[in-house]
């Protein structure tokens, strides 16, 4: 074991003076890159991820985790094998985008709300592109046809969800479990939730400003961390492509998609993604390659989600006992499943779509007029805040008919 974590370091050790190499043979390469990253961050990630990352620490100080863990118990338990607050991960995950679902199942595994297996699965299915990601920037702004928005939101979330389903059975025989409060069979359970949560607001002394500052402050120092990644990966990507290695990996591609029918075009595209996903993703659009193709190659790069996110993952986890291992080994599914669907979908939800969306963004379209990213951020926590009100109702009235039922079927 000693020999192998020797070898890894020595390994990294190389990558790294590789790395120095390439910035001291070409400072103008490195230059461009890392202005790239800085400016994909400060005018995309900062501005659409900070709100999310203030609100999550702030409903999670506030006890709405705690409250939300009771409430949906009953739901999350049977569908997904985790625990009632793991709906808290799947509501942000699914309205956000990366890596958030790693930072918020990261804080439950410090707070002992979750194992360590409920946490790997937890993160391996609510980790996803934001919505507006796709709806917008993909759909709108690199294919420039809204249609195609549903189609490419809806295979990445249901090859999500699928996996999500089947994690369920992955380390059924975990020996950690941790204790759950005795359920009061006499009491409502929503008067247990909101118990809950006021007894974690009671256990915080502090004051709601210091709450809020605190939230600030863990949101900026996150996304910093998140810049820190972008920028570096950004460099490698440009030293890569001079270097002449994005195209010899696109030919290793090709001999394992090409004969399954996927497009030559589409495979720069491929090997761009897999470092970074916004750079294959654009290359997937502008590729000269059949619609569907360039669709098959978005959906694989939104699903594995590139290097450049899947460190930031590693990055959020480090100070817990979670694995990247089956982080890693989920996204590779993703990939393959949503490319699946996307296959299975295109044709029938396209033309769908598009006689339902089309006209609405027709104006947008001929205007093609800026979307601000601060509105879009405004958007996604109102769809956070729907999921979240959806999936409390929804638990509520599973108890509201499981509690009739009970009451029906009583001996009299």
């Known amino acids: 074991m000693q020999k192998h974590q020797e070898t890894i370091r020595l390994f990294w050790t190389a990558c790294a003076l590789l790395f120095v190499l390439g910035m001291i043979t070409q400072p103008q390469t490195v230059y461009e890159g890392a202005v790239y990253g800085l400016g994909a961050w400060w005018n995309i990630v900062f501005p659409s991820l900070l709100p999310f990352f203030i609100v999550s620490e702030l409903l999670m100080n506030f006890g709405v985790v705690h409250f939300m863990g009771v409430l949906l118990e009953p739901v999350m338990r049977p569908l997904f094998n985790v625990p009632g607050a793991g709906s808290f991960v799947l509501a ?26 409920e946490a790997e699965r937890l993160m391996s299915f609510t980790n996803n592109s934001s919505p507006l990601f796709m709806l917008v920037a993909v759909a709108v702004g690199m294919f420039h046809n809204a249609s195609l928005g549903p189609l ?9 969800l699928t996996l999500g389903l089947a994690l369920r059975f992955y380390g059924r025989r975990d020996p950690e479990v941790l204790p759950r409060p005795v359920a009061d069979r006499n009491t409502w359970i929503l008067k247990r939730a909101l118990a809950e949560m006021v007894t974690q607001q009671h256990q915080d002394k502090r004051t709601p400003g210091q709450i809020i500052g605190d939230a600030v402050k863990n949101a900026i120092n996150n996304l910093l961390n998140i810049g820190g990644f972008i920028i570096l990966f950004a460099v490698i990507i440009r030293l890569l492509t001079q270097a002449g290695f994005i195209g010899l990996l696109a030919r290793a591609l090709g001999l394992v998609l090409v004969p399954l029918g996927l497009s030559p075009a589409v495979l720069p595209a491929l090997a761009s993604g897999i470092f970074e996903m916004t750079t294959g993703t654009k290359l997937a659009s502008e590729a000269a390659a059949p619609l569907l193709h360039q669709l098959i190659a978005v959906a694989m790069i939104l699903a594995w989600s590139g290097l450049s996110i899947q460190a930031q993952a590693a990055s959020m986890i ?4 979670i694995r990247i291992g089956p982080f890693i ?5 993703h990939a393959i499943l949503a490319a699946f669907y996307t296959c299975l979908m295109f044709g029938p939800a396209e033309a769908l779509t598009r006689s339902l969306i089309q006209p609405v963004f027709a104006p947008f379209l001929a205007t093609a007029q ?13 769809l956070l805040l729907l999921s979240m009100g959806i999936m409390i109702m929804l638990a509520v009235v599973l108890v509201i008919l499981t509690h009739v039922r009970v009451i029906i079927l009583r001996p009299r």
């Open 370 to 382: 800026p979307v601000s990213l601060w509105s879009a951020s405004l958007i996604s926590l109102f």
């Open 318 to 321: 480090a100070g817990t006992d």
């Open 92 to 117: 942000i995950g699914y309205t956000s985008g990366y890596p958030i679902g790693a930072m918020v199942t990261a804080r439950l595994r410090a707070q002992k709300l979750c194992t360590r297996i």
């Open 329 to 333: 080994l989920v996204r590779a599914a």
């Open 152 to 160: 490419i939101a809806g295979a990445h979330y249901l090859a999500n």
